[in-house]
């Protein structure tokens, strides 16, 4: 085995096949921009964790360090002690939880029946959902926002809930029609012809079927909800929630405050992100593309 | 009329449980759609409809046509940016590799960030101060701080980098899922007809992959078109896009039937990109 590499090199060394070098150029260009991508990728996230634990000497210069030089945890301190986070934390948490529980109310039996549809039809009803994402949110948050002051539902929980569910609706429709489509409709069948109704046939055969799919479509849009800006901005005049907090923060200029908040703001999406790739990779999106 | 009722009577439940789904949709998403556009063509002094008034208001501005430009130019270079690195990057996890999970798991953390931390990110690293001005004033490109917010071409870049960031992840996915859907006994064959590596990508895995990657483009372009959070927090007021110009119009000018009429015209442009894309690569497909 030893020898044959070294008598490879040796044949390489006398002569250089072309093809040989152009393999190996290739190798080493592929290699080159795969680090390039990495590093693209996971910089930016280190620079922000870096900033947030930066002494202010190292980042308001002219030349900033590109490694952590003077550590320090006073930003996170200062942030957490002066309490300003709890308010919108808890708004977040709550806004995005509600849109999560009413969206898969709304949208699961609805889903069910659009998956039950003859093909046609059915191809019909999801892109006419889907052509809702046409519609820009600044022309929908618009008239939106001018109904809810008529309405006093600015700066409430529920006027949000109620904004974020016209971006979640559509998505989660979408997801759980896929979800739906893998449950065979034989067991609704047999189900029935055993002696159930339609709705006995729903919770104890399909529900329990369908549980891991709704649970993966409700995180996927509570994670729409924590994220979600532009209704936020529109309806949100006094108490803000997380990413607008952040967004206030930069708009004062202040970096070490809004890196806080933004890493704040970035764990749960991380961890549940990548506890959830697998349906990232092929449900979340396939419906899509499965019709 | 009878055969409708017995329909009505037989598919009562369903009529039930979709009927929610339909209401909001009808009620949050159509009216306020439908309303923008009444607003747009309402005088915003008597009430009168309808007028193009705010239409010949905001054309004449040069805000406006900044916007306009500006977004669509976002979009061109957003686009090819995030679709041609998408396709490499796709190529490159389709091929069999030690490290191919690990660099998949990668990819994918932008996806892990919200759209506006990664906006602060951008912040950090393309302000005056930032990173990027840091690291070429290191290896000796530029001597004095470049501004990369003041507007012009670059600031486009700027966005549009910011942009790619944050979802070329996402493109990746697509057009992974259409790699992976190639049998391999395709390439298998075209190996024994003795194709190049350019012959199999264009002539195989191109027109393959072709309706997963109308989709990205067309989720992509409709994304791209609405940017909102990005110019925000990164370009401020100077440099403006349709979805900020609506914005601002509303807040800080307080004119609804112009903020409407920017949204109308975004929702023409989003439009006529997406059908227009679909009629020439479907009458391509029925001209092949």
């Given at each position: 085995?030893?020898?044959?590499?070294?008598?490879?090199?040796?044949?390489?060394?006398?002569?250089?096949?072309?093809?040989?070098?152009?393999?190996?150029?290739?190798?080493?260009?592929?290699?080159?921009?795969?680090?390039?991508?990495?590093?693209?990728?996971?910089?930016?996230?280190?620079?922000?964790f870096k900033i947030s634990v930066s002494a202010p000497q190292d980042i308001l210069t002219q030349h900033p360090p590109f490694l952590i030089k003077n550590f320090t945890w006073n930003h996170w301190k200062r942030v957490l002690a002066a309490g300003h986070i709890w308010v919108p934390l808890w708004k977040s948490v709550v806004v995005?939880?509600?849109?999560?529980?009413?969206?898969?109310?709304?949208?699961?039996?609805?889903?069910?029946?659009?998956?039950?549809?003859?093909?046609?039809?059915?191809?019909?009803?999801?892109?006419?959902?889907?052509?809702?994402?046409?519609?820009?949110?600044?022309?929908?948050?618009?008239?939106?926002?001018?109904?809810?002051?008529?309405?006093?539902?600015?700066?409430?929980?529920?006027?949000?809930?109620?904004?974020?569910?016209?971006?979640?609706?559509?998505?989660?429709?979408?997801?759980?029609?896929?979800?739906?489509?893998?449950?065979?409709?034989?067991?609704?069948?047999?189900?029935?012809?055993?002696?159930?109704?339609?709705?006995?046939?729903?919770?104890?055969?399909?529900?329990?079927?369908?549980?891991?799919?709704?649970?993966?479509?409700?995180?996927?849009?509570?994670?729409?909800?924590?994220?979600?800006?532009?209704?936020?901005?529109?309806?949100?005049?006094?108490?803000?929630?997380?990413?607008?907090?952040?967004?206030?923060?930069?708009?004062?200029?202040?970096?070490?405050?809004?890196?806080?908040?933004?890493?704040?703001?970035?764990?749960?999406?991380?961890?549940?992100?990548?506890?959830?790739?697998?349906?990232?990779?092929?449900?979340?999106?396939?419906?899509?593309?499965?019709? | 009329?009878?055969?409708?009722?017995?329909?009505?009577?037989?598919?009562?439940?369903?009529?039930?449980?979709?009927?929610?789904?339909?209401?909001?949709?009808?009620?949050f998403t159509l009216v306020p759609v439908l309303q923008c556009i009444y607003y747009s063509f309402q005088d915003p002094l008597t009430g009168a409809f309808p007028t193009l008034d705010n239409y010949r208001l905001i054309v004449g501005s040069r805000k406006f046509g900044d916007a306009l430009k500006n977004t669509v130019l976002v979009?061109?270079?957003?686009?090819?940016?995030?679709?041609?690195?998408?396709?490499?990057?796709?190529?490159?996890?389709?091929?069999?590799?030690?490290?191919?999970?690990?660099?998949?798991?990668?990819?994918?953390?932008?996806?892990?960030?919200?759209?506006?931390?990664?906006?602060?990110?951008?912040?950090?690293?393309?302000?005056?101060?930032?990173?990027?001005?840091?690291?070429?004033?290191?290896?000796?490109?530029?001597?004095?701080?470049?501004?990369?917010?003041?507007?012009?071409?670059?600031?486009?870049?700027?966005?549009?980098?910011?942009?790619?960031?944050?979802?070329?992840?996402?493109?990746?996915?697509?057009?992974?899922?259409?790699?992976?859907?190639?049998?391999?006994?395709?390439?298998?064959?075209?190996?024994?007809?003795?194709?190049?590596?350019?012959?199999?990508?264009?002539?195989?895995?191109?027109?393959?992959?072709?309706?997963?990657?109308?989709?990205?483009?067309?989720?992509?372009?409709?994304?791209?078109?609405?940017?909102?959070?990005?110019?925000?927090?990164?370009?401020?007021?100077?440099?403006?896009?349709?979805?900020?110009y609506a914005y601002s119009e509303y807040f800080d000018y307080n004119n609804i039937h112009a903020s409407g009429a920017a949204s109308t015209i975004l929702l023409l442009l989003i439009a006529a990109f997406v059908f227009g894309y679909i009629m020439m690569v479907g009458s391509r497909e029925v001209e092949q």
């Amino acid at each position: 085995m030893k020898l044959r590499k070294e008598m490879g090199l040796i044949m390489a060394e006398r002569k250089i096949d072309p093809k040989v070098l152009q393999r190996r150029i290739n190798r080493v260009l592929k290699a080159l921009f795969i680090a390039g991508t990495i590093f693209f990728i996971l910089v930016p996230i280190l620079l922000l964790f870096k900033i947030s634990v930066s002494a202010p000497q190292d980042i308001l210069t002219q030349h900033p360090p590109f490694l952590i030089k003077n550590f320090t945890w006073n930003h996170w301190k200062r942030v957490l002690a002066a309490g300003h986070i709890w308010v919108p934390l808890w708004k977040s948490v709550v806004v995005a939880t509600s849109v999560a529980l009413l969206g898969i109310m709304i949208a699961a039996p609805a889903a069910y029946v659009i998956s039950r549809l003859p093909t046609g039809i059915k191809y019909g009803v999801l892109l006419a959902i889907f052509s809702t994402r046409m519609f820009p949110e600044v022309g929908i948050a618009l008239p939106i926002s001018v109904t809810f002051i008529q309405w006093g539902l600015v700066d409430t929980n529920f006027g949000l809930v109620l904004a974020h569910l016209i971006k979640v609706l559509p998505l989660m429709a979408w997801i759980l029609t896929g979800t739906f489509d893998s449950i065979p409709k034989d067991l609704e069948q047999s189900a029935l012809v055993d002696g159930c109704d339609k709705l006995q046939a729903l919770v104890i055969v399909v529900l329990p079927l369908s549980l891991a799919g709704m649970a993966a479509a409700s995180i996927l849009c509570w994670l729409e909800s924590w994220n979600e800006f532009t209704y936020a901005v529109y309806l949100c005049l006094a108490d803000a929630t997380l990413p607008l907090k952040t967004y206030y923060y930069v708009r004062r200029g202040n970096w070490f405050e809004s890196a806080a908040y933004a890493v704040f703001l970035t764990i749960p999406v991380l961890i549940i992100t990548f506890a959830l790739q697998n349906y990232l990779k092929s449900d979340y999106l396939s419906g899509a593309l499965k019709y | 009329m009878a055969a409708l009722k017995i329909l009505f009577k037989r598919y009562k439940l369903e009529m039930l449980m979709v009927l929610p789904l339909i209401i909001f949709i009808l009620g949050f998403t159509l009216v306020p759609v439908l309303q923008c556009i009444y607003y747009s063509f309402q005088d915003p002094l008597t009430g009168a409809f309808p007028t193009l008034d705010n239409y010949r208001l905001i054309v004449g501005s040069r805000k406006f046509g900044d916007a306009l430009k500006n977004t669509v130019l976002v979009t061109l270079i957003g686009l090819s940016l995030e679709m041609s690195v998408g396709m490499m990057v796709a190529l490159l996890l389709t091929t069999k590799s030690r490290f191919r999970g690990i660099f998949r798991a990668i990819t994918m953390i932008p996806m892990g960030v919200p759209t506006i931390v990664s906006g602060v990110i951008m912040l950090y690293i393309f302000s005056s101060n930032g990173y990027l001005n840091e690291f070429l004033y290191r290896i000796g490109v530029i001597k004095l701080p470049i501004d990369w917010a003041q507007g012009g071409l670059r600031t486009l870049f700027m966005v549009a980098i910011a942009d790619m960031w944050k979802v070329t992840p996402l493109v990746i996915i697509l057009l992974l899922s259409g790699l992976e859907s190639i049998p391999s006994s395709i390439y298998e064959a075209s190996a024994i007809d003795g194709a190049t590596r350019f012959q199999n990508f264009f002539y195989i895995t191109l027109p393959l992959i072709k309706p997963f990657f109308t989709i990205a483009l067309i989720m992509r372009a409709i994304d791209a078109f609405r940017i909102f959070e990005l110019p925000m927090v990164l370009a401020g007021r100077n440099t403006m896009f349709l979805g900020t110009y609506a914005y601002s119009e509303y807040f800080d000018y307080n004119n609804i039937h112009a903020s409407g009429a920017a949204s109308t015209i975004l929702l023409l442009l989003i439009a006529a990109f997406v059908f227009g894309y679909i009629m020439m690569v479907g009458s391509r497909e029925v001209e092949q």
